[in-house]
């Protein structure tokens, strides 16, 4: 009997940031979809394969896109799963597909198409250093009151 996997979902691959930690970083995206069967509905798969390029995949160049090996087993059908690849470029664009066996294996065909671009390194650079910093001098200065002596009678002579 030949059995056929059919991937369910790996719609909207991508979880939406939270408040405890955005899914995508400079050099990582979080994936997650809807594990499919067995047979189908049926049963637990056996194992993922999932791609990623700069490059739009298609079903003629998944095997020649990047493969994430890091997968996680295939749990319960409809459970929700995830993984985060990592070592990406930053501010680079990625494509990703996932294809699902069962263990014959009989491959499904590749899941819909995600693309997320990764953010832009962090600012690691310092400022640079002042060169020039230097002891002022405060120069003080006053001029004393002359003392206006009158002329004519009881002035010094």
Do not use: C
Request: no cysteine; glycine share 8%.
């Amino acid at each position: 009997m030949h059995r056929s996997v059919v991937l369910l979902a790996f719609a909207a691959l991508l979880a939406l940031p939270t408040a405890a930690g955005a899914q995508v970083t400079s050099t990582s995206i979080t994936l997650s979809w809807t594990t499919p069967g067995d047979d189908s509905l049926l049963g637990t798969a056996a194992q993922f394969d999932l791609r990623y390029s700069t490059a739009p995949i298609s079903s003629a160049n998944f095997t020649g896109a990047t493969r994430w090996t890091s997968m996680p087993a295939p749990a319960a059908p409809g459970t929700r799963q995830s993984v985060t690849v990592t070592g990406l470029a930053p501010a680079t664009t990625y494509h990703f597909a996932i294809k699902t066996a069962d263990e014959v294996p009989n491959w499904s065909g590749i899941s819909n198409l995600v693309s997320r671009a990764t953010l832009a390194a962090p600012d690691t650079i310092p400022p640079a250093a002042i060169r020039d910093l230097a002891a002022g001098f405060v120069w003080l200065g006053w001029h004393t009151a002359s003392v206006a002596r009158p002329h004519g009678r009881g002035a010094a002579r």
